[in-house]
C-alpha cells in the first residue's frame, strides 16, 4: 500500500525560509515528486528527485533520503505568490509508473 | 513543456444524468494517462489509469461502472460520470505521460462538476 504524509498547513512570512516535509511508505519507489497547486487550478511541476540528497531550483530546493522515506521542499525568500497547496508525490515503479499524492501542505505567507 | 487541455472547464448538471469529460494531450502522445478526483481542501486521488487501446485499470473503491474511461486514441482520453449525484460533485484532474524521456507527467487544468 501507500501512505504518503504532509503536515497539513503552514504559515510563514514574506522573506523567509520554509521547509515543507513529507514522509512516504510505499510498496515501490520510482522518484518523488513536487508540485504546487493554487486553488481551483491544476499542479504545476516544481521538482523531482530519484536518487538521494539535494535538488536545487532557483529558490527552491527539494532533498530525498530513500532510506528514510523522506523529503523536504525548501522555500527561500518566500513572495505573497508562494500561497498555494504544495503536494508531494511519489512514482511507482510498475509498468504504469502511477503518481501517488500525499495529503498536501497548505502554505499561507503573510506581510 | 507539453501542454494537456480538458474540456469542459465547469460543468453543471442535474442528479441522475452523465457527464463526460475529454482530455487531450495536443503536442505529444501519450501512452498512459491518469485521472484524479480532488475534493476541496483535500489532495489528488487518483481514480484509474488508462493505456491506449486497452481498458483502464482502476484503483480499489472505484467504480467501473460509474466512472467509463476510454482511451482511445494516443491524444484523447475521456471520462464518463455515469447517473451522476451531488456526492459526484468535485474537480477531476486529467495527467499524460508520454512514455519517453524522464517520463514526467503533465496535467490538465481541470473540470469543475457541480451536480444539482
Known amino acids: 500500500g501507500q501512505n504518503i504524509d504532509q503536515p497539513t498547513e503552514m504559515t510563514a512570512t514574506e522573506g523567509a525560509i520554509v521547509q515543507i516535509n513529507c514522509t512516504y511508505q510505499?510498496?515501490?519507489?520510482?522518484?518523488l515528486f513536487w508540485y504546487q497547486q493554487h486553488a481551483g487550478e491544476a499542479p504545476t511541476f516544481l521538482s523531482y528527485n530519484v536518487l538521494d540528497g539535494l535538488e536545487e531550483k532557483g529558490r527552491f530546493s527539494s532533498f530525498l533520503s530513500r532510506s528514510k522515506g523522506y523529503s523536504y521542499l525548501l522555500l527561500k525568500e518566500l513572495q505573497m505568490k508562494d500561497s498555494a497547496s504544495y503536494l508531494c508525490a511519489v512514482r511507482d515503479n510498475t509498468g504504469f509508473q502511477k503518481l501517488v499524492f500525499g495529503t498536501g501542505t497548505r502554505l499561507l505567507v503573510s506581510p | 513543456g507539453a501542454v494537456v487541455s480538458q474540456h469542459p472547464s465547469w460543468v453543471i448538471c442535474k442528479s441522475g444524468t452523465s457527464v463526460k469529460i475529454e482530455c487531450r494531450s495536443l503536442d505529444f502522445q501519450a501512452t498512459t494517462m491518469f485521472w484524479y478526483r480532488q475534493f476541496p481542501k483535500q489532495s489528488l486521488m487518483l481514480m484509474a489509469t488508462?493505456?491506449?487501446?486497452?481498458?483502464?485499470?482502476?484503483e480499489q473503491g472505484v467504480e467501473k461502472d460509474k466512472f467509463l474511461i476510454n482511451h482511445a486514441s494516443l491524444t484523447l482520453s475521456t471520462l464518463t460520470v455515469t447517473s451522476a449525484h451531488p456526492e459526484d460533485s468535485s474537480f477531476y484532474i486529467c495527467s499524460a505521460r508520454s512514455g519517453q524521456g524522464n517520463n514526467e507527467q503533465f496535467f490538465g487544468p481541470g473540470t469543475r462538476l457541480t451536480v444539482l
Open positions: 488508462s493505456n491506449e487501446g486497452s481498458k483502464a485499470t482502476y
Open positions: 510505499t510498496s515501490g519507489f520510482n522518484g
